[in-house]
């Protein structure tokens, strides 16, 4: 199992340098994506992405694991395309539902051994988790997501698989230090969508201070203009960040975008 972890690590950092960038899909929430263009697009600037990361999974209804959906149909045939177009695959599990994660938290190894079953068979890297609960969270929730996500972690690291998690301020579900606290290997914040830079800089310090290496910071390429990317590029190495994702939404990144993950990874 040792091994298995240590090959593990040793794919999530490779040709990286140390560092990684991860680029989010938007399918399952946007209903007019166009998976071909993202494909050419994530194609043309492959030397600025280590992952990509997908709405593939959701907690169902039952707690267990189920497709995600897009426009009423699974999306299933997003990971084969990225893996012959030679993308390492990283997909979400995701979910919007307090009452689905708390069936989930209760009797979570149903949807553990379902997900470490498809890692296996689909070549999976592991999982990012992207649970935004819309309502309805109390503050005895975050514990029992903490709980989850340490043992779905290590679940996954003696499979050789990896976990990452976003977060954000907004809901009580999110603890820092008790999601730091895990197993998970990286813990992306999403109070970086924003263009204040100030703000930026506020969340990148509470990051480092609080679950220190494991944190990284998440951009939304619609929101965070490019004019202000110098100034973050700066911030992260004063931080000593290693790890970024970029939100892409329904509009094209822009090329500044891409020359500043390059520019990331290089530095």
Avoid at 199 to 211: A, D, F, G, W, Y
Wanted: aromatic fraction near 12%.
């Amino acid at each position: 199992k040792k091994m298995l972890w240590f090959l593990a690590l040793l794919s999530f950092t490779e040709v990286v340098l140390g560092k990684t960038s991860l680029v989010w899909l938007c399918l399952e929430r946007c209903s007019n994506f166009d998976f071909d263009s993202d494909l050419k697009m994530l194609s043309d600037n492959r030397l600025s992405i280590q992952l990509v990361s997908y709405e593939n999974w959701q907690v169902g209804t039952d707690g267990g694991l189920t497709f995600a959906l897009h426009n009423g149909k699974p999306v299933s045939d997003v990971g084969a395309r990225l893996s012959s177009a030679g993308f390492k695959l990283f997909p979400m599990l995701t979910s919007g539902n307090i009452n689905d994660m708390r069936k989930l938290f209760a009797n979570p190894q149903p949807l553990i051994n379902a997900a470490l079953d498809t890692a296996k068979k689909n070549g999976y890297l592991g999982y990012h988790i992207d649970f935004e609960p819309e309502s309805g969270v109390v503050a005895s929730d975050a514990a029992l997501y903490a709980t989850f996500v340490d043992l779905f972690a290590k679940a996954l690291h003696n499979e050789g698989f990896m976990l990452s998690i976003d977060v954000a301020t907004w809901s009580p579900l999110w603890n820092l230090p008790l999601l730091g606290s895990t197993a998970v290997d990286k813990i992306y914040t999403m109070q970086t969508y924003t263009n204040n830079i100030t703000r930026i800089h506020e969340q990148v310090k509470l990051m480092s201070e609080t679950v220190g290496a494991k944190g990284a910071i998440a951009f939304d390429s619609d929101i965070t203009k490019v004019s202000t990317l110098p100034n973050i590029l700066s911030i992260l190495g004063t931080y000593k960040i290693q790890d970024i994702g970029i939100w892409r939404d329904n509009s094209p990144v822009a090329l500044e975008w891409w020359n500043f993950m390059a520019s990331f990874l290089s530095s």
